[in-house]
């Protein structure tokens, strides 16, 4: 179904607000849980049941977010780094570089630093656990997105379920839930509030978003992704370079660092790149099944360095206002980043390409 305006939503959803019941926020650890039971027995050289792995991966956690490899990895990676007598292949693994992008053993080699950095800190870990006032979380998170957005609705600005396991030193919204690396959170805390108020962000917007007319046409969900995630990104990266940094820091390769950075000082050209494919599509040049498979493919990290380098242009341009005016419309996002982009330097896109994303954002759609 079609989403309504912002002005209509805004309305309806203050109007009701006192009717609706608030969704329970619920913090889960039954991945997390499970999973330092087994590192335990694991590193007591006790043999882990086969039945006892099943039920680690059958938990929320896992489940939603880990495909069968995935899984296989994580029990390769938990018995490589907390059973004793698995020093040798674990060095191995720890002495390995960092081949490329294509690296098959990538993941595991992720999986493995975070894992060797947790068992360091293992029984603090398991105290934190039971320690942190988890309670304190949503307050945090929730003031802080309320305090980004230009004029909250607060009974549509909702704090998500969030599920703890161990995998990556990451967090990653699945819609139902946010699910965070338990190592990852123990480690910066007050990091994980902020992504969890980006997060935030993405679900309050979703509310404004005309996702029947974004979701069909890969062009529109390119630049919805841009702008999706350059706002959000105002609300916990500490600017760009820091960013790719960071990425060093929660054990992933350099050449994810080295990646951003690509992505983020070839900005321009990225853009005059989706331009450039976009009138190669119309003019009957580019097969819509290659045109949709080289724009998907165009800006890595799912549009955060080049999304999050044209907000920061407007902020630097005092174009805050008008970016939160519209923070649903990736149309009026192109616009505004066209009306600064000469003066920084960037590709401006051209009047025939801004007209072709106006007409998209507003074709009719089918009747249901």
Request: aromatic share 14%; proline share 4%.
């Given at each position: 179904?079609?989403?309504?305006?912002?002005?209509?939503?805004?309305?309806?959803?203050?109007?009701?607000a006192?009717?609706?019941?608030?969704?329970?926020?619920?913090?889960?650890?039954?991945?997390?849980?499970?999973?330092?039971?087994?590192?335990?027995?694991?590193?007591?050289n006790?043999?882990?049941?086969?039945?006892?792995?099943?039920?680690?991966?059958?938990?929320?956690?896992?489940?939603?977010?880990?495909?069968?490899?995935?899984?296989?990895?994580?029990?390769?990676?938990a018995?490589?780094?907390?059973?004793?007598?698995?020093?040798?292949?674990l060095?191995?693994?720890?002495?390995?570089?960092?081949?490329?992008?294509?690296?098959?053993?990538?993941?595991?080699?992720?999986?493995?630093r975070n894992?060797?950095?947790?068992?360091?800190?293992?029984?603090?870990?398991?105290?934190?656990?039971?320690?942190?006032?988890?309670?304190?979380?949503?307050?945090?998170?929730?003031?802080?997105v309320?305090?980004?957005?230009?004029?909250?609705v607060d009974?549509l600005?909702?704090?998500?379920?969030?599920?703890?396991?161990?995998?990556?030193?990451?967090?990653?919204?699945c819609?139902?839930?946010?699910?965070?690396?338990?190592?990852?959170?123990?480690?910066?805390?007050?990091?994980?509030?902020?992504?969890?108020a980006?997060?935030?962000?993405?679900?309050?917007?979703?509310?404004?978003?005309?996702?029947?007319?974004?979701?069909?046409?890969?062009?529109?969900?390119?630049?919805d992704?841009?702008?999706?995630?350059?706002?959000?990104?105002?609300?916990?990266?500490k600017?760009?370079?820091?960013?790719?940094?960071?990425?060093?820091?929660?054990?992933?390769?350099?050449?994810?660092?080295q990646?951003?950075l690509k992505?983020?000082n070839n900005?321009?050209?990225?853009?005059?790149?989706?331009?450039?494919?976009?009138?190669?599509?119309?003019?009957?040049?580019?097969?819509?099944?290659?045109?949709?498979k080289?724009?998907?493919?165009?800006f890595?990290?799912?549009?955060?360095?080049?999304?999050?380098?044209?907000?920061?242009?407007?902020?630097?341009?005092?174009?805050r206002?008008?970016?939160?005016?519209?923070?649903?419309?990736?149309?009026?996002?192109?616009?505004?980043?066209?009306?600064?982009?000469?003066?920084?330097?960037?590709?401006?896109?051209?009047?025939?390409?801004?007209?072709?994303?106006?007409?998209?954002?507003?074709?009719?759609?089918?009747?249901?």
């Open positions: 179904m079609t989403k309504t305006t912002f002005a209509v939503i805004a309305a309806t959803a203050m109007l009701f006192a009717c609706t019941k608030a969704p329970t926020t619920n913090f889960s650890f039954e991945s997390s849980d499970l999973f330092f039971e087994i590192a335990d027995s694991l590193s007591q006790q043999k882990v049941a086969e039945e006892t792995w099943a039920r680690l991966f059958d938990t929320k956690g896992y489940k939603t977010l880990c495909d069968d490899d995935e899984m296989n990895d994580v029990r390769r990676a018995e490589l780094v907390f059973a004793p007598n698995k020093k040798a292949e060095d191995s693994i720890l002495n390995a570089p960092y081949d490329s992008d294509d690296d098959v053993d990538l993941k595991m080699k992720i999986l493995v894992y060797v950095n947790l068992q360091s800190h293992f029984d603090d870990a398991k105290k934190f656990r039971t320690s942190y006032d988890f309670g304190k979380v949503k307050t945090k998170a929730t003031k802080i309320h305090d980004f957005l230009p004029s909250p009974s600005l909702t704090f998500p379920n969030i599920e703890f396991f161990c995998y990556a030193r990451d967090a990653s919204n819609g139902s839930c946010i699910i965070f690396d338990f190592n990852y959170f123990y480690l910066y805390p007050q990091g994980c509030i902020e992504s969890m980006h997060e935030m962000f993405h679900n309050y917007r979703y509310n404004f978003t005309n996702d029947d007319i974004i979701y069909s046409e890969p062009l529109l969900i390119v630049l992704h841009l702008q999706d995630e350059g706002i959000a990104d105002l609300i916990n990266k600017g760009s370079e820091n960013t790719a940094k960071n990425l060093t820091e929660l054990e992933y390769p350099e050449l994810y660092e990646k951003y992505a983020l900005s321009s050209k990225l853009l005059a790149e989706l331009e450039s494919l976009t009138f190669q599509n119309l003019d009957g040049e580019l097969s819509d099944d290659d045109y949709k080289q724009v998907y493919n165009l890595p990290f799912h549009g955060h360095p080049v999304g999050y380098k044209i907000t920061q242009l407007f902020i630097k341009h005092g174009l206002d008008q970016m939160m005016e519209t923070f649903y419309n990736p149309v009026e996002f192109i616009k505004l980043y066209n009306s600064i982009a000469e003066s920084e330097g960037m590709y401006v896109f051209s009047d025939r390409f801004v007209s072709h994303i106006e007409q998209l954002f507003t074709k009719p759609q089918p009747a249901e």
